[in-house]
């Protein structure tokens, strides 16, 4: 592969700066070069500055590589959404119309929908079957700018479906150009046929899947939906406290719905992350902070299910490193946009224009512990980079609801545009 040099941006936003979750005035601060350049070979970036000092290094070297001009564009780090359960089966399109009708997310759970539904069509789904959905939306996420993402299982809720999920994902990672880090989440729902024997399927949980699925390499990371009527903190913690001993690292679905001491026990059980949080306590969040547990925030969620957002502008005053994600699922957040997510943050969260930046790349890479790979352009990481039809990074923010993609670039190789 010929090395690609990218010259002239208007704006390289680089996010250059310690590979750690960026905090309060660290997540304003984009390291943005005017007149950029960037020099790619093997896939991994060797130089950035201004286009004259890249002159100076590549500048004998030009003839051999693939030259972009970004004059009048802005370019940044791919985008890493750090949340998703993007390998399902089927869709749920009449929920939303239900639900459009009065019927609520939990009503339409309980009564064996939501992802009890989505549970019954990628149970029914071949391997095959759903690789292909899930590339689809792999694909789409490309398109969006997004060159890293995270995967959940959880819509298997037996052993031999969640290994499904994991496998898809684990092949897609080897044959799609986008990153894809996965996360066990047995753990989403109690399925109908343990209705009554919750602390059963807990049991199944640890004693029948995680050995498999640690032994197997198939996940990172172990995630649990502690949310009133779905797993208690008490039952959360049991499930993340034997992932820990099998190697994995905890996540958790917390105080989305009703607040419930999610923020709080993913401080005390050091998760990496805590999804949602739209109802987390200002303890909680004090907790969070102290205990370094990053806030992944999901906009697009709460929008989709008309719910008030989570409180992005206080948890970032309040020292919390705040990540964003599209939550891409069946039921509560149908989207590939990172751009409308980080749109989002901004509008219904009051995130600065740089603040979802950060939180949408560097932020999201420390999510799912990417960050010595992706998140920012530096020496030494891999050549993921978007190309933008705009100039400034608030731009990205302001013109919102668009699709400002103009090339991606995935470890130095052009997958679109
Ligand atoms: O993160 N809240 C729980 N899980 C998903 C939704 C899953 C679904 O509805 O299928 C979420 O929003
Ligand atoms: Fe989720």
Avoid at 118 to 138: C, G, I, K, Y
Avoid at 292 to 317: H, N, Q, S, Y
Wanted: glycine share 8%.
């Amino acid at each position: 592969m010929k090395p690609l040099w990218i010259k002239h941006a208007a704006q390289l936003a680089t996010i250059a700066g310690e590979n750690a979750p960026r905090k309060r005035k660290e997540m304003s601060e984009l390291g943005i070069i005017e007149d950029g350049s960037i020099w790619i070979e093997d896939g991994v970036i060797q130089a950035i500055g201004t286009t004259e000092e890249l002159e100076h290094q590549y500048g004998d070297r030009a003839a051999e590589a693939e030259i972009i001009d970004a004059t009048g564009r802005l370019v940044t780090p791919g985008l890493v959404d750090p949340h998703t359960h993007v390998a399902y089966g089927g869709s749920r399109e009449r929920e939303f119309e239900m639900r459009l009708e009065g019927a609520t997310y939990m009503e339409i759970m309980n009564a064996g929908g939501g992802i009890h539904a989505t549970t019954r069509m990628t149970r029914e789904s071949t391997e095959e079957e759903l690789a292909e959905q899930t590339v689809r939306r792999l694909d789409s996420f490309l398109k969006h700018g997004v060159t890293t993402v995270e995967g959940k299982s959880g819509y298997g809720l037996d052993l031999e479906t969640e290994l499904k999920q994991l496998r898809v994902m684990k092949r897609l990672n080897e044959i799609h150009p986008i990153d894809l880090v996965p996360t066990f989440m047995a753990a989403h729902a109690v399925p109908q046929e343990y209705k009554g024997n919750e602390d059963e399927y807990i049991d199944s949980i640890i004693n029948d899947m995680l050995p498999v699925v640690a032994k197997e390499g198939l996940a990172v990371f172990n995630d649990v939906f502690c949310e009133v009527g779905v797993f208690t903190p008490e039952q959360s913690e049991r499930i993340l406290e034997a992932g820990k001993k099998h190697g994995l690292i905890p996540k958790i679905h917390a105080d989305e719905i009703e607040s419930y001491g999610g923020a709080e026990l993913a401080a005390k059980v050091g998760a990496i992350s805590a999804e949602h949080l739209l109802k987390a306590s200002d303890e909680g969040i004090k907790q969070m902070a102290e205990a370094g547990v990053i806030a992944c925030l999901l906009p697009a969620t709460a929008l989709f299910l008309r719910e008030e957002a989570a409180k992005g502008r206080k948890m970032v005053d309040e020292g919390v490193a705040v990540a964003i994600s599209t939550d891409c699922n069946p039921g509560s957040s149908p989207t590939t946009s990172m751009p409308l997510v980080m749109n989002l943050a901004c509008i219904s969260m009051r995130l600065t224009p740089a603040e979802a930046l950060v939180a949408a790349t560097m932020n999201a890479a420390c999510a799912i512990k990417m960050e010595d790979k992706v998140g920012s352009l530096e020496v030494g990481k891999q050549g993921d980079i978007v190309m933008w039809n705009i100039s400034t990074y608030q731009e990205l923010q302001y013109l919102f609801g668009v699709n400002h993609v103009d090339k991606v670039w995935k470890k130095g190789a052009r997958v679109l545009g």
